[in-house]
């Protein structure tokens, strides 16, 4: 039987079917009764998108399906997602560095194929499956909060996308390794989008979203482990495809660390959830608290294709203050685990 839901965490949602995908991360509204084109036009929708978000921020990822929501509403989901819950009135839905930029789609939507744009098959050839896992756009000085995907192309089977929860990761450290990590900090780099671009035919884009993120310098320094704003809780912040450095660290020690940590998330599949989509299936994540990859086991003839609209959160920043999930919940905590 799934885990119930504390109804403290859905509030207005309550009244949706819902339920939790693990314990640790993930959670499904599975009635197509239930859709975001109509929370969004609620009398009482800020109330509704509020506690939707505060939602995806505790359980990482949010999954709804058969969902008839437009691609401006699903920009408009994004932006009141972040607006409702604290985001800088600087931050605005990201404009990734290589956007295709269309006339339809604007340059806020990135279109996630097999076949072309940046998260097209090929780029990882003969690596493990594992080193796709990442946080959206953590090169940017201010990355991402609120991510949603509406798939509409799917291959006859395959191609399920993977998330794994921060906050899990963190509280799996042991005691001694977690206070080492706390207050170091780590260089993300998405500087190999320029050979993107170039393969493409296509300039960086310089005007990113918020007024941090200019340039063409894809590089940020964060905190490695941060504090979401949202929930309060600590959550490691350091992923397989961005980040390149621990900059405390000898050279040698940060990259075996980095490893470690990209192992620890990878490899701990019991904080982890696999979604398997169907048509028109949306999926809402805090990029602030989780990874996630996508499975490339289909058939290389096969298009897989959907819109992804990122919303541009805060600078992350560690509280020493803050506490970690397990410790607010009670649960079982890293310290009684490794005692
Ligand atoms: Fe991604």
Do not use: C
């Not at 607006?83 to 990201?94: F, I």
């Not at 279109?111 to 090169?139: E, L, P, Y």
């Not at 961005?242 to 020690?253: A, C, H, Q, V």
Request: aromatic fraction near 8%; charge should be negative; avoid cysteine.
């Amino acid at each position: 039987m799934p885990a119930a839901i504390p109804p403290s965490l859905l509030g207005s949602l309550a009244s949706y079917p819902s339920l939790h995908l693990t314990p640790h991360v993930g959670t499904e509204f599975p009635s197509p009764n239930t859709q975001l084109s109509s929370l969004l036009s609620a009398q009482n929708s800020d109330e509704l998108i509020r506690d939707l978000a505060t939602l995806v921020s505790h359980r990482g990822v949010v999954f709804f399906r058969a969902q008839d929501i437009t691609l401006e509403q699903q920009k408009q989901l994004a932006l009141r997602l972040g607006k409702l819950t604290g985001r800088p009135e600087t931050s605005s839905l990201h404009r990734h560095p290589v956007s295709e930029n269309t006339p339809e789609l604007g340059s806020d939507t990135s279109v996630i194929s097999s076949q072309m744009g940046i998260a097209r098959a090929g780029f990882r050839k003969n690596q493990r499956a594992s080193t796709g896992w990442h946080a959206d756009i953590t090169f940017e000085p201010v990355p991402s909060d609120y991510a949603i995907l509406k798939m509409h192309t799917l291959p006859e089977v395959g191609g399920d996308t993977l998330w794994a929860s921060g906050y899990e990761a963190y509280d799996r450290l042991s005691p001694a390794l977690a206070r080492f990590l706390e207050g170091l900090t780590a260089e993300h780099d998405g500087n190999f989008f320029h050979k993107v671009a170039k393969q493409d035919g296509r300039d960086i884009i310089t005007e990113r979203g918020a007024p941090e993120n200019t340039g063409t310098d894809l590089r940020a320094v964060h905190p490695v482990i941060r504090t979401h704003p949202v929930t309060g809780y600590k959550t490691l912040f350091v992923n397989r495809s961005f980040t390149k450095r621990i900059l405390e660290l000898t050279e040698d020690e940060s990259a075996n660390m980095l490893d470690y940590l990209a192992r620890h998330v990878a490899e701990n599949h019991d904080l982890q959830v696999r979604f398997r989509w169907e048509k028109d299936s949306v999926a809402i994540w805090d990029n602030r608290a989780t990874f996630h990859t996508a499975t490339n086991d289909y058939d290389a003839t096969e298009l897989r294709q959907g819109n992804r609209v990122v919303g541009l959160g805060e600078r992350p920043y560690f509280d020493p203050k803050s506490k970690s999930r397990r410790e607010v919940l009670g649960i079982q905590t890293a310290e009684t685990l490794y005692s």
